[in-house]
């Protein structure tokens, strides 16, 4: 079987006592196959052979992915690959992550299986809402492509798309969650928390209220991106309930990234019941191992000790799986709390920090 | 930590230093005073020197050797002599300034601070909750020495949070003069009778035939020591370094010879033992990217201490921009002054100051470069972090006002 078989077979029937090994055999493909990452290994000096737990596995940070070919050699021209790019807009970068996903069937095992778990453990279809852009209309975000999948499995019944690339038709959004509510059908919204700033704002200044149907639930993701003022999770909660009728529990965040074919959610009594803490945490698939790494030496730290995210994500089989994030988050017992973005603002007081020249720079 | 005042202890402050600056003394008369202070604090065995220094080296986790080395950088420039002459300068004011001042850089603002007193005028100082301590122990040695003139500097603390303690400092003042980022000083509040010291970035320069042999070792070895120093957090400290040359093999060679001379230092004045988490992500991010600059085939070389202890990046063609302070330099190449200029574009309106190390290259031409993208402070490699009294710190604005444009 080869090692994307083994991985899609891991995802479909997870056997947790099994993920150790298979990271191993997954770092010893893409040490072969990626050839940067082999550059970058051979640099630390950590061959495959010399490693007995993933534990050591190289993590490469996300920034990597803006400059490197993380993937095989043609892996884009392969028949079915997907190339996406992030977004670019955080720090007002102008050089954009890049993504290649030589097996899409994965990535979607992987996006689906996990979005069954922590969006539809009830087994429900519904109607569905996406107010982010579809696939057809962004093809190069891979929010776009998880939405796209989401609606094709989980949807029933009428479904809109409200967003182009450009801009949120609110209005639309509006009036068909409307009529989800006069026809007492439940609906599923999947979007930006950005667009969930604009249907609360809307709704909020014509004092409109929409009952949904009980059992409607929405996704948010992204958290303050592209927001002046940016929505808290708990305002989110807050504004779902009071504005659109739908239960807190119902009201699930999702944690993405483009370098990463695997997702988190919020843990609530909906998906994880008695398991969900005050506190919102989110969980990983179990194809996903979360860490919370030590910047300075790249270590694992303790449990509930914060410092950088971490994964090592199976789904990312054909590109890297050990990828660093630039969040701050901690992890117990499996559970993540994410604690935000590391700010790159370094120095502070009167030398100019790299925050102010960015934002400067962005003016 | 120091008790926190209640507005109207600032009120009753600001009282004290009107009854105390009612009081006129001669400028001259103040620069003698401010000398012998200032050579007690020169003296690395003076007692409050050393309880300062012990107190802000286990407040912020710097190391002691850093702090010496960084404060001596800093006083060397408060001779008597320096001191006489710029009191010989200044115009007599008669106002209360109220300071707000920055943590980062043990002693910042001091330039300022002797200024003001050497005017006649009184200061409310509010020292930062990172660094509580200089000023405050300053003040104490001043009025140990001297009543009067000691009389004319108070220094209180508080955190930024408290912004009505904050406004009655602003309402007691003639002018309130905040340090620090933008964020500081929107946390002052905006208006009039507010002119504040922004974030500034510095950077240095090494002309042709300096790069090489003999001099090259000299000025990377000062040069790293322009870097080191206050831990790089200081609007003063440089950034990058620009290597004027025709081959980017001098800049390479200079590149490493920084490296050689940022180990040496790093064994001499230890950084950091533990690095708070968004500093190490920061310096992560920064190493990560020239990292994988360099492994995607961009000509990039990132030459690195242990941990995060210190990094000098080779970045040819990079524009200057700030690193994250914290010992980690970037290097890169240029032809010729017109190519400076055009490089220091993205940061123009916020340069401070600029080390050239020249060795025989006409400084006309080149201070004359740096002028125009707003560099106010040239400095020899090695002597960024001890500016002169008449240092034109922001511009010089709050020079030209002491000394009424003299």
């Not at chain 1, 083994?6 to 947790?16: D, K, N, Y």
């Not at chain 1, 050839?35 to 010399?50: F, K, N, Q, V």
């Not at chain 1, 993937?71 to 954009?96: E, I, K, V």
């Not at chain 2, 970037?330 to 020249?358: D, H, N």
Request: glycine share 8%; aromatic share 6%.
């Amino acid at each position: 079987m080869t090692i994307q078989e083994q991985v899609l077979s891991f995802i479909h029937r997870p056997e947790p006592g099994r993920f150790d090994s298979l990271a191993l055999d997954v770092f010893r493909f893409q040490y072969v196959s990626v050839p940067p990452y082999r550059r970058y290994c051979d640099h630390l000096g950590i061959r495959p052979e010399t490693l007995s737990s993933p534990d050591r596995i190289p993590l490469v940070s996300t920034v990597a992915f803006k400059y490197a070919s993380l993937c095989a050699p043609d892996s884009a021209q392969l028949p079915g690959a997907l190339t996406f790019l992030t977004s670019g807009t955080t720090r007002g970068r102008q050089r954009r992550g890049l993504h290649v996903v030589a097996r899409a069937d994965i990535y979607r095992a992987s996006a689906l299986s996990h979005l069954r778990t922590s969006m539809f453990p009830d087994g429900a279809r519904m109607r569905m809402l996406a107010m982010h852009p579809t696939a057809d209309r962004m093809p190069e975000s891979s929010l776009s492509t998880m939405i796209t999948w989401c609606m094709a499995e989980f949807g029933q019944g009428p479904s809109l798309c409200a967003a182009d690339r450009w801009s949120l038709d609110a209005k639309a959004a509006l009036t068909f969650l409307r009529r989800a509510a006069k026809d007492a059908e439940p609906v599923c919204i999947l979007g930006t928390t950005a667009a969930y700033a604009a249907i609360f704002h809307g709704l909020a200044a014509r004092g409109e209220a929409i009952a949904l149907a009980p059992r409607s639930r929405m996704m948010d993701t992204g958290g303050p991106k592209g927001q002046m003022v940016p929505l808290g999770a708990g305002e989110v909660l807050e504004l779902a309930q009071g504005l659109l009728g739908i239960e807190p529990a119902y009201v699930i965040n999702e944690y993405g990234m483009t370098e990463l074919c695997s997702q988190l959610y919020d843990a609530t009594e909906f998906n994880a019941p008695g398991g969900a803490d005050h506190e919102r945490v989110k969980l990983a698939p179990p194809w996903m191992r979360p860490l919370a790494i030590d910047p300075t030496t790249l270590r694992h730290l303790p449990e509930g000790t914060r410092g950088l995210l971490g994964f090592i994500d199976l789904a990312n089989v054909n590109s890297v799986s050990a990828v660093l994030t630039e969040d701050f988050g901690m992890v117990h017992e499996g559970r993540i709390r994410i604690l935000g973005r590391a700010s790159v603002e370094g120095s502070r007081g009167c030398a100019l920090s790299v925050a102010q020249f960015e934002s400067a720079a962005r003016a | 930590m120091l008790n926190l005042p209640s507005a109207d202890q600032i009120v009753q402050g600001a009282r004290s230093l009107e009854a105390a600056t009612s009081d006129p003394l001669a400028p001259p008369q103040v620069a003698e005073v401010l000398a012998t202070v200032l050579t007690r604090w020169r003296d690395r065995e003076f007692a409050s020197r050393h309880a300062t220094i012990v107190r802000i080296a286990r407040h912020l986790g710097l190391s002691i050797p850093l702090l010496e080395e960084s404060l001596d950088a800093l006083l060397a420039p408060f001779t008597r002599a320096a001191l006489a002459q710029l009191a010989a300068r200044v115009a007599t004011r008669r106002e209360l300034l109220g300071f707000v001042m920055a943590g980062n850089v043990v002693g910042a603002g001091l330039h300022e601070v002797v200024l003001g007193l050497l005017a006649g005028a009184g200061l409310l100082v509010k020292t930062s909750s990172r660094e509580p301590w200089f000023f405050e122990e300053l003040a104490k040695t001043l009025a140990q020495e001297d009543l009067r003139v000691g009389a004319r500097l108070q220094v209180f603390n508080w955190s930024r949070t408290r912004a009505d303690l904050t406004r009655t400092l602003r309402e007691v003042t003639d002018e309130l003069i905040p340090y620090g980022d933008d964020s500081t000083i929107a946390a002052v509040g905006g208006g009039g009778r507010m002119v504040g010291f922004g974030s500034r970035l510095s950077a240095a320069l090494v002309t042709r035939g300096a790069a090489r042999g003999g001099p090259a070792q000299q000025v990377a070895r000062c040069l790293a020591r322009d870097v080191t120093l206050f831990e790089q957090l200081g609007c003063l400290s440089p950034h990058q370094i620009f290597v004027e040359c025709e081959s980017e093999g001098d800049a390479t060679g200079f590149a490493e010879r920084l490296a050689r001379e940022m180990g040496d230092l790093a064994a001499r004045l230890p950084p950091p033992l533990d690095l708070e988490l968004e500093d190490a992500a920061a310096l992560r991010s920064v190493r990560e990217t020239a990292r994988w600059r360099a492994i995607a085939g961009e000509p990039v070389r990132t030459i690195e201490g242990p941990g995060l202890s210190w990094v000098v990046i080779f970045d040819p063609d990079a524009d200057l921009s700030p690193a994250p302070g914290l010992r980690c330099v970037r290097v890169s190449v240029i032809r010729t002054l017109a190519e400076l200029a055009a490089r220091l574009a993205p940061v123009r309106g916020k340069l401070e100051a600029f080390a050239v190390a020249r060795n025989g290259a006409n400084i006309s031409t080149i201070r004359e470069v740096l002028a125009a993208s707003g560099v106010s402070y040239l400095a020899e490699p090695g002597a960024m972090q001890s500016p002169p009294l008449t240092w034109r710190h922001g511009g010089g604005w709050f020079l030209d006002r002491m000394t009424a444009g003299q």
